[in-house]
């Protein structure tokens, strides 16, 4: 299903997802993206290399240190599917330390006809929609809002 939806924002992850974890899932990482079916491919871990000095010299080491949008075209639908399989993966670091994932990514489909954020709570992706409430006194003549 195409669409017409910009995503924005991100999801800090930490600590960050060590690159053992990540290794062998490609539909969590950078570089040309093909997810894996039959998993919804909204949203990816986004790896940086750092370097590191050791007492080997400098290491290059990736790390997952954020969800973020695929990119492309996409009707964002199935975001919070997509956050919710990463959070779930990756929920707890290699020495079973819970991580903390902290941001939201900001959906705008069309030219504006809906919003959406999609952010953790308790370990779990939620979506959350924007509220719309008139302002005190905009009645109709009958002062019936």
Same mark, same amino acid.
């Given at each position: ?104 990514? /900001? $959906? %705008?489909? @069309?030219?504006?006809? =809906? +919003?959406?954020? *999609? /952010? $953790? %709570?308790? @370990?779990?992706?939620? =979506? +959350?929609?924007? *509220? ?11 002062? *019936?809002?």
């Amino acid at each position: 299903m195409s669409g017409d939806a910009r995503i924005t924002g991100r999801i800090n992850i930490d600590p960050p997802i060590t690159w053992a974890e990540l290794a062998g899932k490609t539909w969590a990482t950078e570089g040309d993206y093909e997810p894996d079916p039959p998993y919804a491919a909204d949203a990816k871990v986004l790896v940086e290399h750092r370097d590191v000095d050791t007492d080997l010299g400098v290491l290059s080491v990736r790390l997952g240190v954020a969800i973020v949008e695929v990119g492309g075209e996409t009707s964002a639908y199935t975001l919070t599917q997509s956050v919710e399989r990463i959070v779930a993966e990756f929920r707890t670091d290699p020495n079973g330390t819970m991580r903390t994932f902290k941001g939201f990514l /900001h $959906v %705008v489909w @069309g030219r504006g006809e =809906e +919003s959406w954020r *999609v /952010h $953790v %709570v308790d @370990g779990h992706a939620v =979506e +959350s929609r924007p *509220v719309m409430a008139w302002p005190v006194g905009a009645h109709d003549e009958d002062g *019936v809002a």
